[in-house]
DNA sequence: ACAGTACCTGGAATCGTTAACGTTCACCCA
DNA sequence: TGGGTGAACGTTAACGATTCCAGGTACTGT
């Protein structure tokens, strides 16, 4: 019924005119805005009326200016995000959107210079916080010497060392997998790790060798991928191996292939796990065994410690998530 | 050598604090800011050290408030993107950034009042333009009708008929992908389609009934899946059809498990083709046969169509981008 | 009748930047 | 020498919201 836009006037309507058409003081539109218990029901409707009526919207852009604060958290990711890091990055954004935040990401490479670049953008447009994902210990030292005063949460870059970070269990993940196979009656499991300058990669395949051993098993030599199916299907599974820990879905899909093109059966040769599990991830040939990760769970609670530091308070993080094994058809018992 | 940040103290320098130390006025390193031609180079140098030394940064809400623009490009995509408007929603998002422009990304469902939801929420931003990727024709009447005068381009949502809008050229795609199959001998295909409210949907299976005819051959009855690659498992190809075009990779290799569960070989005995070409396509089993589109084309193209009208010229959008496909071992000559 | 409280007014200062408009000064030409 | 010109720079006034302040009214309870 009521026109969202009254007409083409010269420009937007502000809070004086909002006061004016509702009869009030600017001073008591503001306090209607930011909800301040002190304005009668009465008045707050006559307020919210008016509002409605002009399509009133509060610039953002003054509201930074005089309090400080942007309302925005900053989400820095790695350049080159592979699944992992992409779905925490949207979950990050997608908690940060809920509790009330404008989430402003970028992505940076992982040397000095890019990681400074990725902070001077987010630090131009002033945000309140930032979050960084899956990024080389040395940004922290970047961050510090950048914005020593701004609250920081690093998300899935270690297994939670540093009070101000939030991680999945990758060891309890890796766990998951070798036992799984472990339990299987494999004993030769080779495990193909991502590139060296993830930190997910090295827990991975740091997780890998002790786990090994604690079931009495010898670690074989590491493979290594870049994360992509491609490069999966480049290595050369060692002909002694009957069970495979693959540190991400993609390269295990080339694994896969690989093997089977090399007449070597999954399952029925050689068992292959995964972990992150993607969408399709089930319908591969065959099904993919896989580790899940809770991404969302992730992003939410480091947009929480974030919103709590912001208000003053200091939560301790919360204590590291625990991954979950999807059984399927790509693993098998040894024959 | 000189410090980044300088000591900790009550608040970030300002614009006087920079002239100050200059020995000019706030106007004068308001002009070398903005790069205009009227100081001196002498000036110049010396507002830049004095910015240098103090780690001055321009303070973006003060100068959007005077100015009244943001810099701000909004993106609206589908709330359930799958991976082709989610890679041009990235597309836009890197290309907007490049062109000196923050993308400010939200999404929305596919009714009017989600609608309305996420364009309020980037016009409570104060974005310049806007960018809509992949949404329903309805979007363009609620645009209209909440932001009449703001620059808007449509990206993805049908073959480029108003002149607003950016679109891959999906019928050539389709004629790719149909005609590959053609020309293996293939008469009988079948169509799997992505759902209803989708534009790329109605469009990909409008044009393989018309090319199809085209060639004299009767198109098949359709069938309908998600995007995903359940629904596609979820599906009973035609007996008959000894090709499938299918709209997108993800429902490709659903079908394709399905058919090699009920024991027709591809591409022995059926042919696959899908669309998109994601990441991991190539190393399906068999290599999936595609059509890739070129994301990254349409996000420049949209952001500077948005950028000239932005700066006044109003130029015209250029023509559909065209696809191009993928031969690989999903497709074979028909027995 | 008086204090206390809840709600509201109206004005002024503030945030950091830009736009519009002045001013200064050097230089050139008649 | 005087006046015109243009480059280089300074002054002032916005922009729209928040915060602080000194009230003012009207209702409440004693």
């Not at 942007?70 to 989400?75: D, E, L, P, R, Y």
């Not at 993607?278 to 992003?299: I, K």
């Amino acid at each position: 019924m009521d026109a969202t836009v009254p007409g083409g006037e010269g420009r937007p309507p502000s809070m004086h005119d909002v006061a004016r058409l509702a009869g009030v003081s600017h001073q008591t539109v503001s306090r209607v805005l930011n909800d301040s218990p002190s304005v009668r029901t009465e008045t707050r409707e006559r307020v919210e009326a008016a509002i409605a009526e002009l399509g009133y919207r509060r610039n953002l852009a003054a509201r930074a200016l005089v309090t400080g604060r942007s309302h925005a958290i900053g989400v820095l990711g790695p350049y080159d995000a592979d699944y992992g890091p992409m779905r925490t990055i949207q979950a990050v954004e997608v908690a940060a959107r809920e509790a009330g935040f404008l989430p402003l990401m970028t992505t940076a490479t992982r040397d000095r210079e890019g990681l400074q670049a990725g902070i001077d953008f987010l630090l131009a447009r002033a945000v309140d916080a930032i979050v960084v994902v899956a990024q080389h210990p040395i940004i922290g030292k970047v961050v510090d010497e950048m914005a020593p005063d701004l609250p920081v949460a690093y998300v899935l870059t270690g297994k939670g060392g540093r009070n101000r970070s939030i991680a999945i269990d990758q060891e309890a993940g890796v766990r998951l997998a070798l036992e799984h196979l472990i339990g299987l009656g494999h004993t030769r499991i080779q495990h193909v790790r991502g590139p060296d300058e993830y930190a997910e990669a090295d827990l991975r395949a740091q997780a890998y060798a002790e786990i090994m051993r604690e079931h009495g098993l010898e670690p074989m030599p590491l493979l290594q991928g870049d994360w992509s199916a491609e490069s999966g299907y480049n290595l050369e599974i060692d002909p002694e191996a009957t069970g495979v820990f693959v540190a991400n879905d993609q390269m295990a899909l080339g694994v896969v292939k690989r093997l089977c093109e090399q007449g070597r059966d999954v399952p029925g040769e050689v068992s292959v796990v995964g972990f992150d599990d993607l969408e399709e991830s089930a319908f591969f040939r065959p099904g993919l065994t896989t580790v899940r990760q809770d991404f969302s769970a992730v992003g939410q609670s480091a947009v929480k410690f974030l919103a709590g530091q912001l208000s003053g308070v200091r939560p301790a993080p919360p204590t590291p998530l625990e991954p979950t094994l999807l059984v399927r058809a790509s693993t098998a018992q040894r024959v």
